[in-house]
Every structure is written in C-alpha cells, then in structure tokens.
C-alpha cells in the first residue's frame, strides 16, 4: 500500500470535520501525554462519542499515524510558501529556521519519549519524511544564496546540509540546554549565526549583521 496516498485519503474524506479534531487531540497530547490518553479519554475530551471517533480512525496508532501525516502537511506547506517568497537566501532560511525553531520550542520531550518507545516505526517514518524535505530546502537555499553572492562559492553543499541537520538533531535533545547551561533560545541563535558565518561572504555576514538586532529582539519577545 502507498502510505503517503492513503493517509491523504483519509485525511481530505472528512476533511472540514476531522482536522480540528486532529489540532484539539495535538493539544491534549501536548498536554496529558500519549501513552496517558486512550481512546474513550480521547473522546471525552472532545465531547464526542468513541464511535464517532472511529468514524475517522481504526485505532489509536492510526490515530497516531494520521496527526502525523497531518503535520507533515502543514509542515510543507508552510516551509514551501517560506522557500517561495521574494526574499534573499539568508532571509529565507532565517524564517525556515524560525518555523523549526517554534516547533521544537514548544515540543514535550516526554513526547518525544512516548513516540520513539511506542510508535518507533511511526516516528522514524516521520522524522526521515521531514530531514528529507528540510534537506532539499537547505540544498535550494545554499543554491540561491551562491547565486546572489551571499554565500561562498566553494561551499560544500553535503556537508553544510549535514552539519546543519545535526545541529536541528541536536536541539531536540533536552539536555542539551542542561549540560551547556543555556537557554534555548540563546543555542538557536548561537547556531543560526554560527551557520550564517560558516557559509557566507563578507556581503552574507554584512547582511547578516544588519539584521541580527531585530533577530534577537524577536527572541528576547517570544520568550516573554
């Protein structure tokens, strides 16, 4: 079976009415955990019936499966209208790093536990779908910045993507911030210059010190 047309199947069949309920089910995840919240606990908390539930799906694994396909897509929509608006490289992989950067902000290590010690399957499916496609931004991103001389000519383009997928890994590890004695928002800014820096020319870390106030103050106000 194709997973990929079969999940957005099922998700545009009942689409008006099901993908609220997928926003208000992230919520509770967000909140009480997976493993905490089973499907009639599902229910109740949308005040639904359980066999409304599973008008939509087979079971809570699908369920799983489904609020991931769900957020791979508004994920690439998202980070495709980033990649496709009228703004500089640096620009662009600022907001796309904005955008990973708010998401993994906001994520629960506890369920990212939950996810690689009872979904694993699930999980790598969605974590290798997603590396994949923030590659290919990074790869088009390194491509027009070249071209508009923002970024060095002899950058190695693999091991650029390579390092800064590490470093995306890396942020999502919540003792990171522990062990360096950081805040995160201090390790995303300390990452996303040193990236800048590593790959840019004097015109890119030019461009770059002209905006790096305003990144800051957007870090110093989202953390308020």
């Known amino acids: 079976m194709d997973t990929e047309n079969y999940m957005e199947d099922q998700l545009n069949i009942h689409a008006e009415q099901f993908k609220p309920m997928l926003e208000q089910i992230k919520e509770l995840f ?123 000519q002899d950058v190695n383009q693999e091991a650029v993507v390579a390092i800064y997928m590490n470093y995306l890994a890396e942020m999502h590890n919540s003792e990171l911030c522990k062990i360096a004695a950081v805040t995160f928002d201090e390790l995303f800014s300390i990452m996303f210059e040193n990236h800048i820096r590593a790959i840019s020319t004097p015109d890119g870390v030019a461009y770059f010190e002209n905006r790096k106030k305003e990144i800051s103050e957007y870090l110093s106000n989202n953390n308020n």
């Open 30 to 152: 967000f909140e009480f955990g997976i493993k905490n919240l089973n499907m009639d606990d599902i229910s109740r908390k949308l005040g639904i019936s359980k066999k409304t539930l599973y008008r939509f799906v087979k079971s809570k694994e699908d369920l799983i499966e489904q609020l991931f396909y769900y957020e791979q897509q508004k994920w690439v929509e998202v980070s495709t209208r980033i990649a496709n608006e009228k703004v500089n490289a640096i620009e662009k992989l600022f907001n796309v790093s904005l955008l990973l950067y708010e998401e993994m902000k906001r994520f629960n290590p506890m369920i990212m536990f939950e996810l690689r010690k009872y979904y694993e399957q699930l999980f790598n499916l969605h974590r290798a779908q997603k590396l994949a496609h923030v590659s290919k931004l990074m790869h088009l991103n390194l491509e027009q910045g070249i071209a508009e001389g923002l970024y060095r």
